[in-house]
């Protein structure tokens, strides 16, 4: 594999096969007995934002796994034009892993870049976010087999990943939200299309949960001038304990960072033992580390 820019760059088969390399991976970090399979090799980190977690965990995987690591300054595109900054990367670097803002850009840099390319997170979508979380849950529920998911929030880029997932994994996944914050049904139905498992929509929360719900997933609240509107619309779609406890008592509830209490979430839900934001972002370094081998080294 090339390049890693969305889980559907994946086939089904080859999303469970990185999903048992990074439990593998986990085993040997766990008992410090990790390969080295990137000696020699060098990885340029781009990183546009403030978010540190994806970040630390590719660093500190890719120096682990033995790689030569080094961060480039600035953000893509800004500040060289896109078709320029590829050729010079070449010369210096394997492997480039990139966030950025504009899924686009990261597709131009791609085709510039000789080297594989990982995306660390775009406007349209996160894919490193979900599987790492994806590997979480298979961990602790033993299977990703019918996993109901409700995903509630606008059509972010962990939703876009959700529903990467759901195209190619046997998993429910339905977002949540107010009906203008939907995915458009054009773009929902190219989904469904061919996909393994099932995507869904709903404007109504309390009608969604149930003990069958298996995860519950939260992301911010719309960024706008008019906070009071945003605040109007999505209020009543907050994550209270008392809703987390409707669903599955083995489910889990994965808020995602950064997490805003009074908004998305209210502070009783993240107090309860299904609430596992912490503990399920261990599996970043993993799952990322698992993509890092499998696109330079295999």
Not at 186 to 203: V, W, Y
Not at 229 to 246: H, K, M
């Amino acid at each position: 594999m090339r390049d890693f820019l969305s889980i559907t760059d994946l086939t089904g088969e080859e999303v469970t096969e990185l999903l048992d390399r990074a439990d593998e991976l986990q085993d040997r970090w766990r008992s410090n007995t990790l390969h080295t399979p990137l000696a020699g090799r060098r990885v340029a980190l781009w990183f546009a934002g403030s978010g540190f977690r994806n970040r630390l965990a590719f660093e500190i995987g890719a120096r682990a796994l033995g790689a030569e690591v080094s961060y480039v300054p600035g953000d893509l595109g800004v500040n060289e034009p896109i078709e320029d900054i590829g050729p010079y990367l070449n010369n210096w670097f394997d492997m480039a892993v990139v966030r950025c803002r504009r899924h686009d850009d990261l597709i131009e840099f791609a085709t510039r870049f000789s080297g594989p390319v990982v995306n660390a997170r775009t406007d349209h979508n996160h894919p490193c976010e979900i599987l790492s979380d994806l590997q979480y849950i298979r961990g602790e529920r033993g299977s990703l087999e019918g996993l109901s998911v409700v995903f509630v929030g606008e059509v972010t880029n962990l939703c876009m990943s959700w529903f990467e997932a759901a195209s190619r994994l046997p998993i429910d996944v339905t977002q949540v939200a107010p009906e203008e914050y939907l995915i458009p049904d054009p773009e929902l139905r190219t989904l469904q299309a061919d996909a393994a498992g099932s995507i869904t929509t709903s404007a109504d929360l309390d009608a969604v949960l149930s003990h069958r719900t298996d995860v519950i997933y939260t992301d911010c609240w719309p960024s706008a001038d008019d906070k009071e509107e945003i605040a109007g619309s999505f209020l009543p779609y907050q994550i209270t304990a008392e809703r987390v406890e409707r669903i599955n008592p083995d489910g889990f509830f994965l808020p995602c960072p950064p997490v805003t209490r009074g908004e998305e979430v209210a502070a009783d839900a993240l107090l309860l033992p299904q609430c596992k934001n912490y503990e399920a972002k261990e599996c970043l370094l993993h799952t990322q580390n698992a993509i890092m081998k499998k696109v330079l080294s295999d």
